[in-house]
């Protein structure tokens, strides 16, 4: 069982930066993958970023490529994403998971634990 506490977020004016926070309980924070999700009101949502157990290989969504990045501190339990250059389209709930099969991916079946949200605006 994980339970992941997110952190981060807010309003920023277009072009900025923010940096998300993911801390997770338990002691086998190491053996997920992790990922980020974002979802806007009547849409399903969509894969951020993701990245491997030892933090090894990272993949993006194209939209965010270049722009955020993905990171983990497995001493500290905690994952993040840095975002920078934000947009107005980058407005979003943003949610951090878990994957207990070590493998990351885009689908959101695949992940097991989530966060609980944490809401991003961009002003234009």
């Known amino acids: 069982q994980v339970q992941l506490v997110q952190s981060g977020g807010g309003l920023v004016q277009a072009g900025g930066s923010l940096r998300l926070s993911c801390a997770a309980s338990g002691r086998a924070f190491s053996s997920y993958a992790m990922g980020w999700f974002r979802q806007t009101p009547g849409k399903e949502r969509d894969f951020v970023a993701a990245?491997?157990?030892?933090?090894?290989?990272?993949a993006y969504a194209d939209s965010v490529k270049g722009r955020f990045t993905i990171s983990r501190d497995n001493a500290k339990n905690t994952v993040y994403l840095q975002m920078n250059s934000l947009k107005p389209e980058d407005t979003a709930v943003y949610y951090c998971?878990?994957?207990?099969?070590?493998?990351?991916?885009?689908?959101?079946?695949?992940?097991?634990?989530w966060g609980q949200g944490t809401q991003v605006t961009v002003s234009s």
């Open positions: 998971a878990a994957d207990a099969d070590g493998i990351p991916t885009r689908r959101t079946d695949d992940y097991n634990y």
């Open positions: 990245i491997t157990r030892s933090a090894g290989v990272a």
